[in-house]
């Protein structure tokens, strides 16, 4: 079995696939909150106890592949992989064999978990395609019909913003973020949560409809042909509902992408020799 971890700053998500046989197969998945200062043996209690729980022995666990955009929680989970796993991870950071071509400035700056998520995506539904991911940052990947990375876009997380917003206006209380009633609010807490849905909400068709037609005007797209828009992330759910873009949501975007990136570089050690 492989077992893909994606490390974002808020959640990471845990897969684990079936590579025997045939199609590649997710067994289970798991989202757990980020903890920067978590040990190694607190790390490594935990994902026992989830293995327990769901019935899988860790020593099925013969590859493991890790996105992270924490650096201090990476050498922890190295750690973790070799002393509970007894297997050396494989990070992914340049110089992995990706199959897609970056076309940015310096390919290096590209995060692991938005290469896994391009990937992914390409894999899956095909190009032009568009990735929104609904994390503590809202991103935005492009990737051609060609299958190339083109670039994106980086902007503030709904929650982010929220946080920012209650934290430094005194007499604003936090409210739970959801999709009002109607736009137009009753209540002070009825006019945040409007302010905070629908604000997203033109953040987020408003940089898709300048990426679409940049797209257009310089790859040339026929007129009315749209690239697939992909949403991914904790937020999906909650967003993707009133876009007037996002055609799919697809929570194991990233995980999928993790899997496939690892077996473009089948060469990891077997159970027995990490150190």
């Known amino acids: 079995m492989l077992l893909a971890l994606d490390v974002g700053n808020t959640n990471t998500k845990l897969g684990l696939y079936r590579l025997d046989g045939g199609k590649p197969e997710l067994a289970a998945h798991w989202r757990l909150t980020t903890h920067h200062t978590q040990t190694v043996d607190e790390y490594g209690m935990l994902f026992l106890s989830l293995f327990e729980r769901s019935g899988i022995a860790t020593s099925q666990v013969k590859h493991i592949i890790i996105s992270s955009v924490v650096p201090p929680v990476e050498w922890t989970l190295r750690q973790v992989c070799e002393s509970y796993f007894h297997v050396e991870p494989l990070f992914v950071e340049p110089g992995i064999k990706t199959g897609m071509p970056v076309l940015v400035d310096n390919p290096a700056e590209l995060g692991a978990d938005r290469l896994a998520d391009s990937i992914g995506a390409y894999e899956r539904y095909g190009g032009p395609c568009i990735v929104v991911d609904f994390g503590t940052a809202t991103k935005f990947e492009v990737i051609s ?76 797209t026929e007129p009315g042909a749209k690239p697939r828009v ?46």
């Open 145 to 220: 019909a060609r299958g190339e990375y083109l670039g994106g876009v980086i902007a503030p997380g709904l929650g982010l913003s929220a946080e920012a917003l209650f934290s430094r206006a005194a007499r604003l209380s936090r409210v739970e973020i959801k999709r009002p009633a109607k736009v137009i609010g009753t209540s002070t807490a009825g006019h945040l949560q409007s302010g905070l849905y629908y604000g997203f909400i033109g953040l987020v068709d408003g940089i898709l409809d300048r990426i679409i037609a940049e797209l257009g005007a310089e790859l040339g």
């Open 230 to 275: 992909i949403a991914s992330g904790g937020l999906a759910q909650l967003i993707a509902g009133d876009s007037r873009y996002i055609a799919e949501i697809d929570d194991m975007l990233t995980l999928d992408g993790l899997r496939i990136l690892f077996e473009r570089n089948r060469t990891a050690k077997p159970r027995g020799r990490a150190r």
